[in-house]
């Protein structure tokens, strides 16, 4: 049964950098890419950005892109994202998420399959 | 386009039958996939591709795609239907991945 277990809740004080770890397990990490979402406290989901466990390429949101880093230790079976000079609205619950593909005749259907639990991550002064 | 477009209130009476619509440039060249979001916890996916629905997901939904919309329609809706729901697909470029803004479904 695949599974990603995250790390426990952070704080963190205005223009501090934050480190999330989610680790897998269940499956060949390498296989498949793993994304990372936030939800700010009663806001939507919102895609931060990807990585592929296997070769290590990344692609991140516009909106994060030079404050997210996402990266992965294949040893560890384990994705992080830190996000750096953090502010009050970086206020969230932090999901991470295995990325699947499955290929029907001529399509390709992508989604994401399994979650982990949330990190929450206050940033207050 | 960068936005996918959903309601951001739906209603249903218990047991009636509701459709959840997601409109976006880009469902024109992925399919979206579906996600159910109670408070406090992880979102789950419901549906994705064409009407594929993941073990343990109940036969009364359902999920349907016709140009830039994709729909997902719970058929004779239960209580415990009531959440948020997000439909998720890739940008035209498949770089990037795009959210709806979420539908909160009531159940009357």
């Known amino acids: 049964q695949a599974q990603l277990v995250q790390s426990g809740a952070e704080v963190r004080k205005p223009g501090a950098s934050v480190k999330v770890s989610c680790k897998a397990s269940?499956?060949?990490?390498?296989?498949?890419?793993i994304h990372w979402v936030r939800q700010a406290p009663g806001q939507r989901l919102e895609w931060m950005g990807w990585?592929?466990?296997?070769?290590?390429?990344?692609k991140y949101s516009q909106k994060f892109e030079g404050r997210v880093t996402i990266t992965r230790d294949t040893s560890a079976s384990t994705a992080y994202m830190e996000l750096s000079s953090l502010r009050s609205e970086d206020t969230a619950v932090y999901f991470c998420?295995?990325?699947?593909?499955?290929?029907?005749?001529?399509?390709?259907?992508?989604?994401?399959?399994?979650w982990g639990k949330g990190t929450t991550v206050t940033v207050s002064s | 386009s960068s936005e996918l477009t959903q309601d951001p209130a739906v209603s249903v009476a218990l047991g009636q039958t509701v459709r959840i619509t997601c409109q976006g440039d880009?469902?024109?060249?992925?399919?979206a996939s579906w996600y159910q979001q109670k408070p406090g916890q992880a979102p789950v996916v419901v549906m994705y591709?064409?009407?594929n629905r993941p073990s343990g997901i109940p036969d009364r939904f359902s999920g349907s795609s016709s140009g830039n919309t994709a729909s997902l329609t719970i058929t004779g809706a239960q209580a415990e239907d009531e959440a948020d729901y997000y439909c998720?697909?890739?940008?035209?470029?498949?770089?990037?991945?795009?959210f709806g803004g979420g539908s909160k479904l009531t159940v009357l």
């Open positions: 998420a295995k990325s699947t593909a499955i290929a029907v005749k001529n399509d390709y259907y992508y989604y994401m399959d399994v």
């Open positions: 269940g499956y060949t990490f390498t296989n498949y890419p």
């Open positions: 990585i592929n466990a296997g070769n290590g390429n990344t």
């Open positions: 880009s469902l024109s060249t992925f399919y």
């Open positions: 591709g064409k009407s």
């Open positions: 998720i697909s890739r940008d035209d470029s498949g770089n990037q991945w795009l």
